[in-house]
């Protein structure tokens, strides 16, 4: 009992005296409150800050002292506090520290908060407060120690009473807008170890006195307008260890007293006007890690004592004027990082010593000295320039070249040596560059050709190699540069083809290859770049057709011009032979013909088909599909005349088909048997392709009775009618029979792949026997003329079956082997749904020279007398032996025009083609020219119709002019 009461007395005794010693409801909870009052805190971050809790030491960010309870510290950084900061913190009368840094706090600086007598820490860094600094904050600063007013909105000047705080220790005003000069006052704070006022308008010389700050560690002045000299007596701070005076217009030299700043690790000085040379002492400052003169206006040799700094990890002296060459002694400095001194007037050699390992025994004393006692880890490191990640020596004049070894320099991140004087090859270790992601060599004069080692250097993003004499190709293995955006090789010699593995790098956004010699056609897949801003091309020696898609619908035309033989709507150039050019002969198909009669493989298989397939598949190949394999579909053949309809069973030869359709895969041939015996691969040889144009790729294949088709697979697959449309107007087409015709024999339907099946024209195309250079003879008088005949009765008998032909071209009319033309590819156009006349335009008629005028964008109706004008140039054309239209260095040549005039000029002979040799009949060639102006005139009812143009040219052709005047 007695225990029982014992134990109560003594927990009582210590409730009383627990709560004695907690602070009653005191000034602090008040103060707090107060304070909490004038704040907006959008994310209830001070709910616990509640009047009911008169014990704040639990508060958040509030500290107590653990034996008077009172508040001590008050931590409220970063908690998206707007709104004032009020006066109730006057009430805190034992706070040490307030930080209410990174908040959104407004209104100016409460000059009462420094008459809290015990505050030494004050953070209202990151706010919006503005105003200027009140003048009487200062002037009873008692025990403050550090302030920090950075990244504020402060305007006015520095306030001269700062120098009333002997205790202050760090200040921070960076990042306002204070302006005025910098109040002497300031180098009385002796106490001072941190200096911070850059990035404001603080303007004026800096006031001499600063040799007063024994103590100070830190000055940062950058990013002011600070003019006249750096300070003679710098050199007292004698434990300074960073000195910013960076972009400032500071002038003068550097003063001699800084030679005793041996604790320096940083001095910037970058963007002055600072001039003269650089100290020979500035070697003794030997704890310097960085070390930034740019931009100024220094001269003569960079100092050689540069190597005495054996810490020094960032060099930078770009945009000044040194001279020389880079100290040998450099070599020491194995620690560099990062070493810019571009933009100088430097010469000599490229400094080789600098990709040079240094061999083990070369480790020099006092580095194994420092080396082992201070910094052990450099003791274990092998100095060489290894660790260097920055390395710009561009726009100097430097000379030499690379050393074969540069690739030693395997930390390299960024290397530019680019508008030098640097000769020689790029040596083949610049695959060994794994890390480097930025390599700049342009503006060399580098030959040679680009290693393909290149694909080493796997982290490349940006290769500048433009304005050298680099020959040779492009290597295939820069696909290996897998995150390569930036590829400019323009201004070279560079020859061969693009390579199509370019395509596959995906992060491509700027590509230049213009100013070469590069030859072959555009790699199609490059339309799959989907990152390009920009891929120029322009004079080189490409051809073929541009590659339509995704950054190529809008490429610049400024981007491709400049290749004669580049082909597409952007050059306003037509494609050269969709239909038969001259044929390489697969090896095989000989026996196929030889044998056709009695065939050995009397097997059903229908390669017919899987041929067909295999042209699909060509397409399909590109999304990553597999191949094909070999049908077992029997053709069913029916009578010769009726239409052979011919339906796959299932779909599942075509599982790499993204559509379903269990319509798919027909084959209609109008005549004769549907196998083909040159197979699938033969198919996909490019040897069987015969041409591209406006409406697809041409393939050569051999049908089973040994006659030669050519299947035209259509690209604008997306544009086609329904299957039902397609396949009338195919089966009108298909009626048209006419020797002056190229007959369509059959097509193949599904929803993504259509293919016309056209008889097969051995001789070329009439473009070739006009154009070709390589052709031996040239067409005589006699032959051109039943050329333009003979075009005329076909196209007469299309317009009588009502068919516009709508694209004709020299390179649409074949020539068979007797000399007889056949008009191919008419009437695609019906195959396409009703289309803006736009496009029709810029995807067929893109045969700038045959297109008629009413053929612009707009609302003339389209007829015959289109065609007729594209059979008067055509005419033009067979007689002068010229292109529609000529593309001379800098000058462009219409056919129609030029004849014209010399037609009006009364030389008009002189127009046909001058390898006839005058051997031909004046009266018979210039009234067809005459026609063929007629034809191409600009007005659509002053062309004749065609049935009156056959009519005409029966009449101009001489009775008595039987002979052939053959070369
Ligand atoms: C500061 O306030 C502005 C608007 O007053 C707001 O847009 C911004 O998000 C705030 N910043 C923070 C850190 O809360
Ligand atoms: C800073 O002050 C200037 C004018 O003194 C004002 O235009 C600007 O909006 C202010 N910026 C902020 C972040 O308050
Ligand atoms: C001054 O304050 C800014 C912003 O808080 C900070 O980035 C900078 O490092 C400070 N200066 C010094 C010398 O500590
Ligand atoms: C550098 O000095 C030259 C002559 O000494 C002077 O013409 C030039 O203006 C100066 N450049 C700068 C940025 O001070």
Redesign the pocket.
Known sequence: MLLKVLVLLVLASVVVVVKTQQPTFNDDVLGLIFFKAGLEDPNAKLKSWSEDDNDPCNWVGVKCDPTSYRVTELHLDGLSLSGHVGRGLLRLQFLQVLSL?NNNLTGTINSELSRIGSLQIIDL??NSLSGSIPDDFFAQCGSLKSV?F??NNLTGQIPDSLSSCSMLV?L?F??NQISGQLPSSIWYLRSLQ?L?ISGNLVEGEIPQGMGNLYDLR?I?FGNNRFSGRLPGDIGSCSLLKVVDFSENYLSGGFPDSMQRLNSCTVISLRGNSFRGSVPGWIGELTSLESLDLSANNFTGEIPSSLGNLQFLRELNLSMNQFTGALPESMANCFNLLALDVSQNLLTGNVPSWMFKKNEKGEINSVNSFIGSMENPWLASREPSYQGLQVLDLSSNALSGELPSNFGVLSSLVFFNMSRNHLFGSIPASIGELKATEVIDLSDNKLNGSIPSEIGGAVSLKELRLQRNFLSGKIPTQIVHCSSLATLILSQNNLSGSIPPAIANLSNLEYVDLSLNSLTGSLPKELANLSQLVSFNISHNHLNGELPTGGFFNTIPTSSVSGNPSLCGSVVNRSCPAVHPKPIVLNPNSSDSIGGSSQNHHRKKIVLSISALIAIGAAAFIVIGVVAVTVLNIHVRSSMARAPTALTLSGGEEFSCSPTNDPNYGKLVMFSGDADFVAGAHALLNKDCELGRGGFGVVYRTILRDGRSVAIKKLTVASLIKSQEEFEREVKTLGKIRHQNLVALEGYYWTPSLQLLIYEFIPSGSLYKHLHDEHSKSSLSWRQRFHIILGMAKGIAYLHRMNVIHYNLKSTNVLIDSSGEPKVGDFGLARLLPTLDRCILSSKIQSALGYMAPEFACKTVKITEKCDVYGFGVLVLEVITGKRPVEYMEDDVVVLCDMVRGALEDGRVEECVDGRLRNNFPAEEAIPVVKLGLICASQVPSNRPDMEEVVNILELIQCPSDGQEELE
Do not use: L, P
């Open positions: 840094s860094s990151g920090s950075a990244r760090w921070n960076s990042s941190s911070d830190q940062n």
